[in-house]
């Protein structure tokens, strides 16, 4: 009779592998936002991780996947971090600067515009960036919507961008300070501008 693994042996084969896994993209996202992609080689991120090089390529393939898995865990960790942060927001408005001054300026959103930049040239790897994309628009616009069932706030209440609207204004600033001399107060200033401006009922423009 064949040998037929138990579910708790599978259990016990795939469990330090996910511990890996994240071991690696720790430890790759922190040299990432630390050096850039370039700069950061597969034994510097074995070595940090306590791993092999070997184990880097067998879990990611190569630097580029694992640069971009990382860039796309980072701004989903930004996106909590920022939804959080405005959770306890007095208006839409307030929602809106809280989300954009947690954002805008984030090492997190910045691996993330250099992984879109990436991914136009490795479309193996649009895959992840598009399935991230679906995260950051459901999950932004149920947290909305939470915080405002909670804060019992109007129709009439200026209400904070979708969440679509909001991805793609950051990305458009965050591209642009990283290409100009833009501080990053002058990116938030910008983003809560645009942000005003779109919201705003057409005679307040």
């Keep these: 009779m064949a040998n037929v693994q138990s579910l708790a042996e599978v259990r016990a084969v795939r469990e330090p592998g996910k511990r890996m896994r994240s071991r690696l993209l720790d430890a790759a996202v922190e040299l990432f936002k630390a050096k850039g992609l370039s700069a950061v080689a597969v034994a510097e991120i074995a070595a940090a991780a306590g791993a092999y090089p070997s184990q880097v390529t067998y879990y990611f393939r190569t630097k580029e996947a694992l640069f971009v898995e990382a860039a796309c865990r980072e701004v989903l960790y930004v996106a909590r971090q920022a939804e959080q942060a405005a959770a306890g927001a007095a208006s839409g408005r307030d929602y809106n600067r809280s989300l954009v001054e947690t954002v805008i300026g984030s090492p ?31 999950e932004g616009d149920r947290a909305y919507g939470e915080t405002r069932h909670r804060r019992g706030w109007s129709e009439a209440e200026p209400a904070a961008t979708v969440a679509r609207r909001f991805w793609t204004l950051a990305l458009g600033v965050a591209l642009r300070e990283g290409a100009t001399e833009a501080t990053v107060p002058e990116a938030v200033e910008e983003m809560v501008a645009l942000l005003h401006f779109d919201s705003a009922p057409h005679g307040d423009r």
């Excluded at 959103?109 to 459901?138: G, K």
């Design 108 to 138: 997190g959103l910045a691996l993330f515009v250099e992984a879109l930049s990436l991914t136009r040239r490795r479309q193996d790897l649009a895959p992840l960036v598009e399935r991230t994309f679906e995260r950051l628009h459901a």
